[in-house]
């Protein structure tokens, strides 16, 4: 809708202005993480005074990270407008625009950040995912309706998520007030130690945002046109590992006290998880590679879509982002951030210079290969290393990649050869292939994956 109705250039502003947003959690630098954390003991041995100090410091941190956000966003919303490659937009126009989607961002940690990770310790994830999800929806349902009907400007667009950002923040706190009985008790002195542990998350989290945040800042310099065909795309490919992602959240608290009371069936349990997984992983590579260009040519038009090999670079992506927060679990679970620092920090860099340089001769291909050598050569290697000497038993994460590719690439090849191709695409062909693939997909998952994992299934299965 912003595409057809504001035009391709203002839609790039506003991919670019939440890529360059997602770096603000650099200055929040894993608070809410460490506070998790460190909540994980005084919740296991009821310790109310503790979980009241460790909350109230929560809060105090949010908002001094609240504060220098907002600083930041000034000075992005005045100086980058005037480094992208902007065509017929003005420098003004720009800054607010990025201004007004970076203040939406910056509201949460003013006033629910602390609130939400006290919910998520206390195994309420599924509220926060509930609640946040009914509030995105009712934000983007307003923002089309106002466009379809109104066409308003696009300031008053931008607007709607602010208004609903700080509505959120008071329903968190009644729901904290309601739910965590802990934080009733008198009022205790704030705990703000969890703090020394961010310059360690520090570290992991610029990894992270160089592999997934920078592609599109440094597309939009280079050529601004890019950044629409490439963020329809990358917007597809991250749903389905994002929607993956939110249900694993629901399990951190469970798992970080799994390792903190030394269960017997850690391991066990993980490989449950990496079941789970594989076999989506399996579907959704499968059907993305094989409908994406038809799916992009449908609703934004021919000169949107990229190429094979982009399609085939995110498809190798995919195997490891749809798998990567299993990792995250046991990993922050162990509190092994001081031990994993330095490797985030040398991948992230290697994906951002390598990006500068390719994109320059291979545009979208170069970036998206930067973020594949650099997550399969260095953060995959380590980072599984360590998880695996926390469950104490040989590294198998490497077997479980390849069973995801081989499969996923013959079920690809199967389809091309028996179905009749792409000619006379139209949504009803796309979605009766996608469903008749889908259930093939699901069948071939399901059986590989419980044959590989068949010990670990057969105990764990039902939970």
Known sequence: MIVRNYGSEINAVFQTGNQIFAYFCLIESGMGMAYQFRLYEPIQNRNINRIMALFAGLKKSMKKVAIKMFIALIGIAIIFPLLMNRISLSAKAAGWMIFLLGFR??????????????LNVYDYRYLVDVLDSVVYIAIALTELLLIMLYHPSIYIILSVGCICNIVLGL????????LC?????????ADLEPEKMTHDIF????????????????LSIQNIMLVTPYQAYNSIMSYMFKVINKIDENYRTKIGLKIERGDSDLHAYFQKFMSYHMILAIIFISLFTLNINDLIFLWLGKEFQLSTTCVLLMAFYLIHAMTRDILYLVRDGAGLYKESKWMAFREGMANLILSVVLVRYWGIEGVLFATVFATYTMFIPKNSKLVYQVLKEKNTLWMDYILIGIISALLVAFFHMVMDGHKNISWMRLVANVFFEGIVCSAVSLLTVFLCKKKYLMNHGKG
């Open 105 to 118: 961002l910056v509201i949460p940690y003013f006033n629910c950040m602390a609130s939400k990770a006290f």
């Open 171 to 178: 329903i968190y706190m009644i729901l904290v007030w309601h």
């Open 181 to 189: 009985e802990d934080v009733k008790g008198k009022s205790v002195s």
């Open 203 to 218: 570290l992991m989290q610029i990894s992270g945002l160089m592999n997934s945040n920078i592609d599109v800042i440094i």
